[in-house]
Structure formats: C-alpha cells, structure tokens
C-alpha cells in the first residue's frame, strides 16, 4: 500500500477540518496517509517524527495564502516548522 505525508498549516479549524478529510479520503482509496496530529503525541520529539517521514512514498503539501505570506526564504536547514 503506498504511504504518504500530508504537510499542512493550521491557518484555521476549518482549514484543518478540510486537511482531515482529504487524509481519511486517501486512506479510504488505499492510500496510507499519515498526519502529524493522528501520529504524533504530545511531548514527543518532532525531529524524530520529521526523520521518520523518509519511509513514506509521498507527501503532500497543502498550502495556502498564509503560509505563503509567512515563509521565509532561506530557511536554515535545521528549521523543524512544517512547510
């Protein structure tokens, strides 16, 4: 079964909302989808979780306005923040 990431903002809880549906969508045409706020809990290191994504066929980049807006180009590579 192929896996994927879906990388996302939190701009809004309608937005996460919409971000939730499309992971369950996926998940419901054989698409293991995993989302950082199904599998990581609170407490738990975000680099580790970050460093385990690299064993998922894909991620997906759901973007909008903001995150635009608030992107910084040039980000160091250590910079864990979501894209």
Same mark, same amino acid.
């Given at each position: 079964?192929?896996?994927a990431f879906?990388?996302?903002?939190?701009?809004?809880? /309608?937005?996460?909302?919409w971000?939730e549906?499309? =992971?369950?969508?996926?998940?419901?045409?054989?698409?293991e989808?995993?989302?950082?706020?199904?599998?990581?809990?609170?407490? /738990?290191?975000l680099?580790?979780f970050? /460093?385990?994504l690299?064993?998922?066929?894909?991620?997906?980049c759901?973007?909008?306005? =903001?995150i635009?807006?608030?992107?910084?180009?040039g980000q160091?590579a250590s910079?864990?923040?979501?894209?």
């Amino acid at each position: 079964m192929p896996t994927a990431f879906v990388s996302y903002s939190r701009d809004s809880a /309608e937005h996460s909302t919409w971000v939730e549906r499309l =992971a369950t969508r996926l998940r419901g045409d054989g698409i293991e989808s995993t989302l950082d706020n199904w599998s990581l809990a609170p407490g /738990e290191s975000l680099t580790l979780f970050m /460093e385990s994504l690299v064993r998922h066929d894909f991620v997906i980049c759901v973007c909008t306005r =903001a995150i635009r807006r608030d992107s910084t180009i040039g980000q160091a590579a250590s910079d864990t923040r979501p894209i």
